[in-house]
């Protein structure tokens, strides 16, 4: 996946873990494969935290956010840009075969 894709501001859909199926809002990098995430909580109930890109579907819609935003910014952000309930809306995934 190109690395100019998971900017801040991106959203993306978990794929993995007990977040499966929400979005969140990337915030800035942590490592080469891993970037620092957010829902915020308040919204969709995803935490703040450390995440695999390789766990994470990168979606078209962006918000316009700084590097290292605090969840009070990101959401206000969401709510600019009218993605509040696109952002809670979870995503299912159906198991092949």
Do not use: W, Y
């Not at 993306?12 to 990098?29: H, S």
């Not at 918000?63 to 605090?70: E, H, K, P, Q």
Request: glycine share 10%; with cysteine.
């Amino acid at each position: 996946m190109p690395r100019d894709v998971l900017r801040p501001g991106r959203i993306c859909v978990i794929t993995r873990g007990r977040d499966k199926g929400r979005k969140c809002v990337i915030v800035g990098m942590a490592d080469d494969s891993h970037v620092l995430v957010t829902g915020p909580k308040e919204l969709n109930g995803v935490k703040r935290g450390k995440k695999n890109i390789l766990h994470l579907i990168p979606l078209k819609e962006t918000v316009r956010i700084r590097v290292n935003s605090r969840d009070e910014t990101v959401l206000a952000a969401i709510e600019k840009s009218g993605l509040k309930q696109f952002m809670t809306e979870l995503v299912r995934f159906e198991k092949p075969g």
